[in-house]
């Protein structure tokens, strides 16, 4: 499973498949990022694909 942190307020949203469009936290139509890519290989980059191919 996929968890997705908030690129704004760094919320963490529970793992599902897709991200929601807007954060539950801070209500705003932020950046869902792949959290589960923040390991040190990638260094924090967005590995994404399923947010690039929705917007
Ligand atoms: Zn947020």
Known sequence: MTSWMCDKCG???????????????????????DNSCYTPDCAGKPNDPQIKKDK
Do not use: A
Not at 12 to 27: G, L
């Open 11 to 33: 919320y963490i949203h529970e793992p599902v498949t897709t991200p929601p469009e807007k954060c539950p936290s801070c209500k705003s139509e932020c950046s869902f990022v």
